[in-house]
């Protein structure tokens, strides 16, 4: 049973920053952030595959937030810039051995517990 565990979440104003990490207990194919708000559906943030490092944003936060990769520390990050209160949201690392590229929480398979982040305007 592969887990997932995150950190790096917290309260920033409106135009700051923030980065997550997301560390695996072992290795897998696929890695990505979703995030969840209040009252509404966990949506895709932004995935990366371990070889190819092919990446797949949301288109919320293209531009903004940067997905990487250190397979040596089976760990990935999530650079968050300017962020505004709509990112406000609990975040969750998810892997899986999907070789896709949707941003689809059925193809994946072990989640964390997620970090959460709020934005205040």
């Known amino acids: 049973q592969v887990q997932l565990l995150e950190s790096g979440g917290g309260s920033v104003e409106t135009g700051g920053s923030l980065t997550l990490s997301c560390v695996s207990s072992?290795?897998?194919?696929?890695m990505a952030w979703f995030r969840q708000a209040p009252g509404k559906e966990r949506e895709g943030v932004a995935r990366?595959?371990?070889?190819?490092?092919?990446?797949t944003y949301a288109a919320s936060v293209k531009g903004r937030f940067t997905i990487s990769r250190d397979n040596a520390n089976r760990t990935i990050y999530l650079q968050m810039n300017k962020l505004t209160p709509e990112d406000t949201a609990m975040y969750y690392c998810?892997?899986?051995?999907?070789?896709?590229?949707?941003?689809?929480?059925?193809?994946?398979?072990?989640w964390g517990r997620g970090t959460q982040v709020t934005v205040s305007s």
């Open positions: 990366i595959q371990s070889a190819s490092l092919r990446t």
């Open positions: 072992e290795y897998t194919y696929s």
């Open positions: 998810a892997a899986g051995t999907s070789y896709g590229s949707r941003l689809d929480t059925t193809e994946f398979d072990y």
